[in-house]
Antibody, heavy 121, light 110 residues
Framework: QRQLQESGPGLVKPSQTLSLTCTFS????????WAWIRQPPGKGLEWIGS???????YYSVSLKSRVSMSIDRSKKQFSLKLNSVTAADTAVYYC???????????????WGQGTLVTVSS | QSVVTQPPSASGTPGQRVTISCSGS????????VYWYQQLPGTAPKLLIY???LRPSGVTDRFSGSKSGAAASLAISGLRSDDEADYYC???????????FGGGTKLTVL
């Protein structure tokens, strides 16, 4: 059973860069795609972007100018960087893995437990 | 404002059947599968329905999904108190090249 765990600073100052890492363990496949999704306090879910095993990335149009993702296969980790943060970036950040069927459909499962990042001076 | 719309709240009494809607457009629901996630208070979302109407193993058959045109719905039958949660629909939008989530529906069991 695949498990995902987010880690990183819980507090980031405005204008600085938010950096998070997701470590994956368990499961039978090491060639998957992953995503970052966030949820501001009391609000809904927002897809930030995705990265595949080869390191190809796909970002949300609204965040594309400030986001970068990378993967370290040897450490079984992938990372998120969001620069020039403001209070509006305060949210619980989730990493998730894509599950697939043999017809090419995909969806988010499982998810990490999430980590709250607060942007404040 | 999400491009996929859900009612902000829904409610029912134990044993009742409740339906949550998810309305989109031809670029998302109208041309792609819909996925439903359940988020219990203080926890991460959990996959409830995939490919519009399929249940993962371990999900009770009290939950069912359907899709017609640019709209989808989640039905919960035999409502229980532990069904109280936020429910989100998710779909790929081919125009935005992005996953989009509905705004979420808070289900209250009265």
């Amino acid at each position: 059973q695949r498990q995902l765990q987010e880690s990183g600073p819980g507090l980031v100052k405005p204008s600085q860069t938010l950096s998070l890492t997701c470590t994956f363990s368990g499961g039978s496949s090491s060639s998957n795609d992953w995503a970052w999704i966030r949820q501001p306090p009391g609000k809904g879910l927002e897809w930030i972007g995705s990265i595949n095993y080869s390191g190809e990335t796909y970002y949300s149009v609204s965040l594309k100018s400030r986001v970068s993702m990378s993967i370290d296969r040897s450490k079984k980790q992938f990372s998120l960087k969001l620069n020039s943060v403001t209070a509006a970036d305060t949210a619980v950040y989730y990493c998730a893995e894509y599950d697939y069927d043999n017809l090419g459909s995909n969806w988010f499962d499982p998810w990490g437990q999430g980590t709250l990042v607060t942007v404040s001076s | 404002q999400s491009v996929v719309t859900q009612p902000p709240s829904a409610s029912g009494t134990p044993g009742q059947r409740v339906t949550i809607s998810c309305s989109g457009s031809s670029s998302n629901i109208g041309s792609n599968y819909v996925y439903w996630y359940q988020q219990l208070p203080g926890t991460a979302p959990k996959l409830l329905i995939y490919k519009s109407d399929l249940r993962p193993s371990g999900v009770t058959d009290r939950f069912s999904g359907s899709k017609s045109g640019a709209a989808a719905s989640l039905a919960i039958s035999g409502l229980r108190s532990d069904d109280e949660a936020d429910y989100y629909c998710a779909v790929w939008d081919g125009s935005l090249n992005s996953w989009v989530f509905g705004g979420g529906t808070k289900l209250t069991v009265l």
